[in-house]
């Protein structure tokens, strides 16, 4: 069973940096491409950017495109979102999520999900 735990949200500042973490357990790390989604109040989960298990290109959503970069260390297991230039509509909880071989755009593709963590961007 994969777990997922994500960390590093919090309470920031229209253009302030800040550096999601996502620790994963209790799978092959290796074998498994990476997703980071987002949800706003009252809004569905969207797509924010991805990493393939393979060391392949990675994949942003044209919002953030330019402002986050998705990252992966194997040897920690961990896959990380360094958001800057921080916006008030980028307020929503993020959560990461994985899924075998391919990454996708579509949520309902990945296998497991973490809890997700709060991002509060204030104007």
């Known amino acids: 069973q994969v777990q997922l735990v994500e960390s590093g949200g919090g309470l920031v500042q229209a253009g302030d940096s800040l550096r999601l973490s996502c620790a994963a357990s209790g799978g092959t790390f290796t074998r498994f491409s990476m997703g980071w989604f987002r949800q706003a109040p009252g809004k569905e989960r969207d797509f924010v950017a991805s990493?393939?298990?393979?060391?392949?290109?990675?994949d942003y959503a044209d919002s953030v495109k330019g402002r986050f970069t998705i990252s992966r260390d194997n040897a920690l297991n961990t896959v990380y979102l360094q958001m800057n230039s921080l916006k008030p509509e980028d307020t929503a909880i993020y959560y990461c999520a994985t899924k075998k071989f391919f990454p996708s755009r579509l949520s309902n593709e990945y296998d497991y999900w973490g809890r997700g963590t709060q991002v509060t961007v204030s104007s």
């Open positions: 990493t393939p298990w393979n060391g392949g290109s990675t």
